[in-house]
C-alpha cells in the first residue's frame, strides 16, 4: 500500500517523478496512460510551461486537473495547487500516487508534525505537486516557506470562489492576488467550471490575472442526455426512471443523485426506493456530520449507491462514474439545473439528467418568490431566473440548444435529448386557454372571487364537488364546458399556460390571475401553442430505455469479466480506503475486458494505465483476466 503522510517522500520513491520528459505528450502517456489531449489542455499546458497565466474556463469532465498537473511536471520545481475542498484534495493526491506523482496536502485535517513533514518534503524539493487550502496559504508562515523553496506554478482550483457575487464566494480567495506580488514570475493558472461572463470577469481582475491567455471551451456536456417530463405520480415515475437506469448497466447498479427541496421528501424517497430494492441513502444539512460523511464515503466507495439528498450535496464530488442525477422538484435556476446534473458523468460514458415537475412546482416556487424577504429588485431577480427554468421545460425545441443558449453558446439540435429523440406534439391550446381564462375573469367579476387551478378545473369538467355545489359554480356558464379533456390534462394546460406568463398564481393558496398578456388571447388576437403530453404513467415508462448503453458494446463474456474486475477493484480500493475509481476508472476496466491483454506490456496500451499502475496492479489484473478466460 502507498502510505498516505509525507515520511516517504521525504526519502524519495519511484516513479514517473524521477524522469524526465521530452514533453507533455510523453508525460501524459507515461504517467496517465492517456494517448491524447482534449479541447485546449494541450493549448493551456504549453502556455504554463513557457511561464504564461491562463485562465481555462471548460466544464465539469473536460479535465482540467492535467492542465495544471502535467506542467507541474516538466517545469522545474513545485506545482501549488490552492483547491477549497479538502476531501477532493485527499482523493486527488491519492489519485496523482497512484500515478507515480510526488504528490502531497497541506490542510487542517492535519497534525503540526505531519504538516512539517509536508513542508520538508517541498523544501527538498522532493514533491511534483503541493495542494494546499486557500485560509493555509494565506499566513505569513506559508508565505514565507513557499518562497524559501521553488514553485513551479500555481494553480487556482475552483476560481470562481473569488466571485463575491457569485454563488460560492470564498473570502479567502481575495488575499490570493497576494501571489502575483509575491511570485511576479512564476505562472499561475485559475480554472473554474463555472461559466458566466461576469464571474469571468471577476476572476482575471481580483487575481490580477490581465495579462493572462483565455482559454473558454464549450459548455456542452455531449454524453448527458437531458430529460424533463411532466409530473403525475412522482414516486413511481422515479423508480421507474432508476431502474431503466439500472437495466442499462447489466449486472452492475448505476450510482446515482436524486435532488428534491426539502429534508423531510429527501428521506420519504429513500425510504421509498429502498422498499423496492435501490440502495438509496437520504442526504441533507439536518443530519449529523458522521452520518453525513459515511454517507458520502459509501456514496464514492461503493458502486451503485442512490443519494437522495438536498443540493448540500454534491460540492466537492468528484466522483467520475455518476450515471444520473435525477431532479424531483424544480431547480429554482438554470445555472443551479446545470451545476447538478453537470455531477453525472464526469468520465466522458453515457449518463442522465432527469427532471419531473408538475403545477404544483410552479404554483410553489411563485409563491415562494413572492413570500421571500429581500426588495424587489431582488424578487425580480429571482423571477426571471425560475422563467428561464420554466423556458427550458416547455420548450418543444432541443434542451441542449436551450440550455447553451442559456450561457451563450450557440448550437445544433443535439440528437440526444428527449425533445430531439422523440420530438413533441404540439397542438392548439388556444381555445381551452380561453376557457380557463374567462372562468377565472367570470368569477372575480360576478362574485369577486379567485381560486386555485385544482377547483377551476372542476368546474370547467362539470365536477360536481362539495364545494363546486356549496358555491353554485354550476351555475357558473362555463360550467362543463371543459369536459374534453382529462383532469391531468387541464394540469399540463394550466401549467404552461403559467409557464408562458398567461396566468400568474397568487398568494399561500396559488390561486390564478389573469395577466396583461391574457386579454390578447381572451380577444383572440394570439394563438397559445402546447406541448402534448402522455397522460398517465404508464405511457412513460415504456417510452424508449434510458440510454446508459456505457456497456452496449461488450459481449456476454466481456461483461462478466468486466463484473469480475469491478469486485476485484472494490476490494482492492477498499483494503486500500480509497475510491474505487482511484484504483481505475470503468472505462479502463471496460477497455480492459474489451482487449483482454496477457501481458504487462499489452497494459500499457490500455486508456488509463501508465507505468506505475501497470507495475502496481498489472500482475493482479492479469490474474484476473486469465482466470475469468481460462
Ligand atoms: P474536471 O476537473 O475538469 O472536472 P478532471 O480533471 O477530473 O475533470 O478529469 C475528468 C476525467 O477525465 C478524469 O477521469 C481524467 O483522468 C480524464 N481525462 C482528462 N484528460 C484526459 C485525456 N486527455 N484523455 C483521457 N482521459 C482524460
Ligand atoms: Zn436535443
Not at 439528498?309 to 467520475?320: H, N, R, W, Y
Request: charged share 25%.
Amino acid at each position: 500500500m502507498i502510505p498516505s503522510d509525507g515520511q516517504h517522500l521525504v526519502a524519495g520513491e519511484g516513479g514517473a517523478s524521477h524522469m524526465r520528459f521530452a514533453s507533455p505528450l510523453e508525460a501524459l502517456r507515461t504517467v496517465f496512460g492517456y494517448d491524447s489531449f482534449r479541447g485546449d489542455q494541450a493549448a493551456i499546458i504549453d502556455t504554463v510551461i513557457a511561464g504564461g497565466d491562463a485562465i481555462a474556463l471548460m466544464p465539469t469532465g473536460a479535465g482540467k486537473s492535467l492542465c495544471y498537473q502535467i506542467p507541474a511536471l516538466l517545469r522545474e520545481g513545485v506545482g501549488v495547487v490552492v483547491s477549497p475542498l479538502i476531501a477532493l484534495m485527499h482523493d486527488q493526491v491519492d489519485a496523482l500516487r497512484r500515478n507515480g506523482v510526488r504528490a502531497a496536502y497541506l490542510n487542517s485535517s492535519q497534525s503540526a508534525p505531519e504538516r512539517s513533514i509536508v513542508e520538508r518534503a517541498y523544501l527538498a524539493g522532493a514533491l511534483d505537486l503541493l495542494y494546499i487550502a486557500p485560509e493555509r496559504l494565506n499566513s505569513d508562515h506559508a508565505m514565507e516557506f513557499l518562497a524559501r523553496g521553488k514553485v513551479a506554478l500555481f494553480a487556482i482550483d475552483e476560481a470562481h470562489c473569488v466571485a463575491q457575487w457569485g454563488h460560492d464566494f470564498r473570502p479567502d480567495y481575495l488575499a490570493l492576488s497576494e501571489l502575483a506580488v509575491r511570485w511576479p514570475d512564476t505562472p499561475r493558472i485559475a480554472l473554474t467550471a463555472t461559466a458566466t461572463a461576469a464571474t469571468h470577469r471577476e476572476i482575471t481582475e481580483r487575481l490580477q490575472l490581465q495579462t493572462a491567455r483565455h482559454f473558454v471551451s464549450s459548455f456542452d456536456r455531449p454524453n448527458i442526455q437531458y430529460r424533463i417530463v411532466p409530473k403525475i405520480d412522482v414516486r413511481a415515475q422515479l423508480l421507474a426512471f432508476v431502474r431503466g437506469a439500472e437495466a442499462d448497466t447489466p449486472g452492475s447498479p448505476a450510482s446515482g443523485i436524486v435532488y428534491a427541496l426539502s429534508r423531510a421528501s429527501t428521506e420519504k424517497f429513500a425510504t421509498y426506493l429502498s422498499a423496492h430494492g435501490v440502495t438509496a441513502l437520504p442526504y441533507h444539512a439536518g443530519l449529523d456530520a458522521a452520518t453525513r460523511r459515511d454517507t458520502q464515503d459509501r456514496f464514492l466507495r461503493e458502486d451503485g449507491i442512490v443519494i437522495v439528498a438536498t443540493i448540500a450535496f454534491g460540492m466537492g464530488i468528484d466522483k467520475p462514474d455518476v450515471r444520473f442525477v435525477a431532479h424531483v422538484d424544480l431547480p429554482k435556476s438554470v445555472e443551479g439545473y446545470y451545476q447538478e446534473t453537470g455531477r453525472a458523468g464526469r468520465d466522458g460514458d453515457p449518463a442522465i439528467a432527469w427532471l419531473t415537475y408538475g403545477l404544483q412546482d410552479v404554483v410553489q416556487q411563485r409563491r415562494m418568490i413572492d413570500e421571500s424577504p429581500g426588495d424587489l429588485a431582488h424578487r425580480r431577480r429571482l423571477s426571471a431566473h425560475l422563467d428561464a427554468m420554466l423556458a427550458l421545460c416547455e420548450t418543444v425545441e432541443c434542451r441542449r440548444q436551450n440550455l447553451l443558449a442559456y450561457f451563450g453558446e450557440a448550437s445544433a439540435p443535439c440528437g440526444n435529448c428527449d425533445t430531439c429523440l422523440e420530438p413533441p406534439q404540439s397542438w392548439d391550446g388556444t381555445v381551452p386557454a380561453q376557457k380557463l381564462m374567462s372562468t377565472i375573469v367570470r368569477l372575480k367579476r360576478e362574485r369577486n372571487q379567485e381560486f386555485g387551478a385544482g377547483h377551476l378545473i372542476d368546474i370547467l369538467r362539470g365536477i360536481n364537488t362539495a364545494r363546486v355545489t356549496a358555491q353554485r359554480h354550476n351555475q357558473l356558464a362555463t360550467w362543463g364546458i371543459g369536459d374534453d379533456l382529462s383532469e391531468q390534462q387541464w394540469r399540463s394546460v394550466a401549467r404552461q399556460i403559467i409557464a408562458q406568463g398567461l396566468l400568474a398564481p397568487h398568494g399561500e393558496y396559488g390561486t390564478l390571475r389573469v395577466t396583461d398578456t391574457a386579454s390578447e388571447v381572451l380577444k383572440g388576437a394570439r394563438t397559445v401553442r402546447l406541448r402534448a403530453e402522455p397522460d398517465k404513467v404508464a405511457r412513460q415508462r415504456t417510452a424508449k430505455p434510458v440510454a446508459v448503453a456505457a456497456n452496449s458494446h461488450l459481449t456476454t463474456e466481456q461483461l462478466a469479466l468486466f463484473e469480475r474486475l469491478r469486485v476485484w477493484r472494490a476490494t482492492e480500493a477498499r483494503e486500500q480506503s480509497v475510491p474505487a475509481y482511484v484504483v481505475f476508472s470503468d472505462a479502463t476496466l471496460r477497455a480492459i475486458a474489451a482487449q483482454n491483454p496477457t501481458t504487462l506490456e499489452e497494459l500499457l496500451d490500455i486508456s488509463g494505465i501508465g507505468i506505475t499502475k501497470r507495475d502496481t496492479y498489472g500482475e493482479a489484473v492479469l490474474r484476473v483476466v486469465s482466470e475469468a478466460t481460462s
